[in-house]
């Protein structure tokens, strides 16, 4: 589990990259309009 807030990811520094980068992508992309399902990242390596 891991605890935090996306809008302050500098107070969680040991989180892995890639999950970082999921999380940056979801504030960027993901809205109330946005079709449910897979969205890739950087294909099968990341994706939400």
């Known amino acids: 589990m891991i605890i935090g807030n996306i809008h302050h990811l500098e107070l969680v520094p040991y989180l892995p ?4 980068q999921a999380i940056e992508y979801v504030k960027k992309n993901i809205t ?3 079709p449910l399902g897979k969205h ?4 099968n390596n ?3």
């Open 46 to 48: 990341v994706f939400v």
């Open 17 to 20: 990259t890639k999950l970082k």
């Open 32 to 34: 109330q309009d946005t």
């Open 40 to 43: 890739d990242i950087e294909g």
